[in-house]
């Protein structure tokens, strides 16, 4: 039947074709004469039909040989092709990986990471998909991404969260501002101050709201904008001050920002690599994982 048909028959055929002998075919695929020649009867007897034709003196490729010859060599020459292939993926020399990001990771340090990655791996193919922690999470939830860089707000059973990064609040002000001489402030000291904050459904905006209730609320809010990018060019201006995690600064080094630290209370959150629970990364995730780990472990606030 055509289904006990092996790539070990097809092979000893197509090199029986090749050397025009079985005892240097034999040699060749390191077996024995009477070993290849029952493979060689195995599949003819599958196909039906003869395959080779032997004399005494000679081996010559029959009419139907002939015919399925350039197929049974292109199946062995894939086959190679695909075990090279896959070789080439666990080497991390080829392969794909898709991973998400937060918006924070992405205009900061996501860069690096790259970098870092293909220097040492070129030939990795890499799809990023750049949103908000919970949307980056999500992915890897419905299995788009491998793994997330991320915040992890609340623990999910099917997901392991390594944190790498205590991303403190900071304030950001122009460096004109008199809060930018100081070495440090709290939010008492700063609750009269004019700031710049994000919109209602920002999950930054929230942590803030969960950390200092009503002294949140009594913030004066004249501006409010969708993300950090656009809150650092009004402070960059001189509008206002805001309250950052102090990642973001390094995404608008192209302004005159000081930043200075702020407590009582000391508000943080923690950002790392979010994986799906028992679920094997690729050698190319992997890898990335690696240098991820790295490059967002050497941040300093």
């Known amino acids: 039947m055509l289904r006990d048909i092996t790539l070990g028959d097809i092979s000893a055929f197509v090199t029986v074709a090749k050397l025009g002998s079985f005892a240097l075919a034999a040699e060749e695929l390191l077996v024995t004469q009477s070993a290849l020649s029952r493979r060689i009867k195995k599949l003819e007897s599958s196909l039906g039909a003869p395959l080779l034709d032997r004399t005494t003196r000679s081996v010559s490729v029959s009419r139907l040989g002939a015919e399925f010859l350039p197929q049974a060599e292109r199946i062995v020459t894939d086959f190679h092709r695909s075990l090279d292939d896959i070789n080439q993926v666990v080497k991390v020399q080829r392969g794909t990986v898709s991973f998400s990001c937060n918006m924070t990771i992405s205009d900061t340090l996501l860069p690096e990471i790259l970098a870092q990655l293909k220097t040492s791996f070129p030939q990795i193919r890499i799809r990023v998909y750049e949103d908000s922690s919970p949307h980056a999470i999500a992915k890897v939830l419905d299995g788009q991404s491998e793994l997330a860089l991320a915040q992890l707000g609340e623990p999910h059973p099917e997901l392991d969260f390594e944190p790498l990064i205590d991303d ?105 690599i979010v994986t799906y629970k028992g679920r094997s990364l690729s050698p190319a995730a992997q890898e990335l994982r690696k240098v991820a780990a790295k490059v967002m472990s050497s941040f300093e606030e």
Do not use: M
């Not at 950001?172 to 904050?197: N, Y």
């Not at 904008?225 to 192209?254: E, N, T």
């Open 168 to 272: 403190r609040f900071v304030i950001a002000c122009h460096k004109s501002h008199p809060l930018a001489g100081e070495r440090s402030t709290t939010w008492e000291a700063v609750k009269d101050e004019s700031f710049v904050l994000l919109r209602n459904e920002s999950g930054t905006r929230k942590i803030l709201q969960r950390h200092l209730g009503d002294r949140y609320e009594a913030i004066a809010n004249d501006l409010q904008v969708g993300h950090f990018h656009s809150q650092l060019g009004l402070v960059g201006k001189g509008i206002g001050i805001a309250a950052i995690p102090s990642l973001v600064r390094l995404s608008r080094k192209d302004l005159e920002l000081a930043i200075v630290p702020i407590s009582n209370p000391t508000i943080q959150r923690k950002l790392g």
